[in-house]
Structures are given as C-alpha cells and as structure tokens.
C-alpha cells in the first residue's frame, strides 16, 4: 500500500536494508513526534522481514524488488512523494540514529525559509560524540572539498537526516546519486543554484546491527563520491559557459 495523494503537505521518508531489529521502533518514534503524517518506509529487497515489521509500525511501504543501495531507495522514495504531490519530505534513516524529535526544527526551516534542503548537522553546535575518528577525518575532508564548490560551509555533509521541498524533489527525480548520495546530492543542488541550511541536532548510536561502511569500503567511498563531484563540477561548469 502507498500513502494517498498528499493529504498533507509532508511526507516521512525512512529508507532501509535488513533493519527488522530497529524499523518498527522507528516508525512509532516518528509517530510519535507527527502524529497523523504519513510515513513511507523504502525497503531495499531485505531478507529478514523488514517490510513486514514496518508494515505492522503502520508505515506504508514500498518494497523494491531488487537491491539498489542508499541512493536507489531514497530516489524511489522521492519519486513517489513527488508523483503524489507532497511539498516537502523528510528523511529519517531505519536504523534509529536520527533523533525523529528534530524533525519539526527540520519542516520550520523548509517552510520559513524557502531553502531548498535542510540538514540535521551533528556538528553545527559542535556535537559529534557518536561520530567515529576515521569519519570524522573524512567528513573534515569533504567539508574542505565542498567549501568552494558550494560557496559557503558544510559542517555535517554525510548526514543522512535532511529535508527538501518540492523543486529540489523534481531535481531529485531525474537526477540522484545511486550509492553514496549526501554529498554528491550538494553538489547536484549547486548546479541548480539552489540553497541549503543546517539545523543542529544530536545523532544517537545505531539501535541494532551495524553498518555496512567497512575500511575498504571507507576507500571506495571516498574515490566513488570524489569521482561523482568531479563529473558534477564539469557539468555545472559547463552549464555555465552556455549561458
């Protein structure tokens, strides 16, 4: 089953992979904090039942029948709001890390601001105690990386927790990273000129199992996104000689 025609203006978004421990947790979390907004729970073909147990949550639930990674379910989840008619959609990942009580701050900032993404930033009053030293190395690479590209600092760019409004919603549905898509999502925004805000807020540690970013897939990350911001880069420039 999938939520109705936009009966109300945001949609919960929660992509997730074999996280059947955490999934109905998070669902009634949500809830909990929105009461009456619908969620949508992308599941990525798990095989442990998740989507049965998001289902029971009261989520409604899109199961994909094949395996696309972070950045597949999360463009299928926008897809569909954006088919439906939703104005805004927040994300909120299934393995309760991202605290469902920061989602109001997130919705405020969309609508009284007219950006056109928000992220829930970790960093922005300086709270990172869940953030291992490997990836705090990489995200103070990324932040580096980004600050002229962008124009302007990022302090949590890997953060999952983010909003968007209906424009960067139409951007998203024909253009979205597939693997890794925080970062290269960023960038993808610049190209359309569009902005972006952080909102702190504070992440918790996973409620069940554990990531799948091992060391060697740290590596392949960082090539894999340094390679996507670069084809976006020569995109935008190119876009810009044209006008």
């Known amino acids: 089953m999938k939520p109705a025609a936009a009966p109300h203006q ?14 109905s947790g998070v ?11 619908p969620i949508l729970v992308v599941d990525d073909a798990s095989t442990d039942g998740t989507d049965r147990s998001a289902r029971a949550a009261g989520a409604y639930v899109l199961r994909l029948p094949y395996h696309l990674g972070l950045g597949g379910g999360v463009q299928a989840g926008y897809k569909l709001a954006y088919e439906l ?16 009580k920061y989602i109001p701050d997130l919705l405020t900032v969309l609508r009284d601001t007219g950006c056109h993404m928000v992220i829930g ?16 190395i990489g995200i103070w690479f990324f932040r580096s990386m980004l600050r002229p590209i962008l124009g302007k600092p990022v302090r949590d760019p890997t953060s999952g927790f983010v909003g968007v409004n209906r424009q960067a919603l139409q951007v998203f549905t024909g253009s979205f990273p597939l693997e890794y898509p925080e970062i290269e ?6 190209r359309k000129r569009f ?13 069940t199992g554990r990531s799948t970013i091992t060391a060697v897939k740290s590596l392949y990350y960082i090539f ?3 390679l996507g911001v670069f084809i976006n880069v020569l995109k935008f420039e190119g876009r810009r000689r044209k006008e």
């Open 185 to 190: 999502a960023l960038v993808v925004l610049q």
């Open 10 to 23: 945001l949609l919960i978004l929660i992509p997730a992979f074999n996280e059947v421990g955490a999934i």
């Open 224 to 226: 894999h996104v340094l």
């Open 195 to 207: 902005q972006f805000q952080e909102v702190p807020c504070r992440m918790r540690p996973r409620k």
């Open 121 to 136: 930033s970790r960093f922005q009053d300086g709270n990172g105690v869940h953030t291992s030293s490997v990836r705090a």
């Open 85 to 100: 008619g939703y104005e805004y959609v927040i994300r909120v990942d299934g393995d309760g890390q991202h605290d469902p």
């Open 27 to 37: 669902v009634h979390e949500v809830r909990g904090v929105m009461p009456g907004v």
